[in-house]
Nanobody, 127 residues
Framework: QVQLVESGGDLVQPGGSLRLSCAVS????????IGWFRQAPGKEREGVSC????????YSADSVKGRFTISRDNAKNTVYLQMNTLKPEDTAVYYC????????????????????WGQGTQVTVSS
């Protein structure tokens, strides 16, 4: 059974940092794309970052480029999202998602492209 569990969300001041974790079970990270998405109240879910296991290709949305970094630890079956220089507009529920992509090296950036989702973790950036 495929499961994804996010953790690491918290209340942080502007300019601060957080590291989110997405622990996966029921499959290994090989041949999967793992994406991070976020959804703020009243807004659509948007893609934040993605990593493809075949060659560690990554994608980051323009809004987070240079501030957020996605990485993975195959031994722990966990994907991380390191978030630095956080802004109030980063406030949202953050979700990780997984989809089988085989040897495909192109990240999946849209929610409908993913079949497996975690329950989300709240990130609030406020002074």
């Amino acid at each position: 059974q495929v499961q994804l569990v996010e953790s690491g969300g918290d209340l942080v001041q502007p300019g601060g940092s957080l590291r989110l974790s997405c622990a996966v079970s029921g499959f290994t990270l090989d041949y999967y794309a793992i994406g991070w998405f976020r959804q703020a109240p009243g807004k659509e879910r948007e893609g934040v970052s993605c990593i493809v296991s075949s060659d560690d290709s990554t994608y980051s949305a323009d809004s987070v480029k240079g501030r957020f970094t996605i990485s993975r630890d195959n031994a722990k079956n966990t994907v991380y999202l390191q978030m630095n220089t956080l802004k109030p507009e980063d406030t949202a529920v953050y979700y990780c998602a997984a989809e089988v992509v085989g040897y495909e090296r192109t990240c999946l950036t849209l929610p409908y492209q993913y079949d497996y989702w975690g329950q989300g973790t709240q990130v609030t950036v406020s002074s």
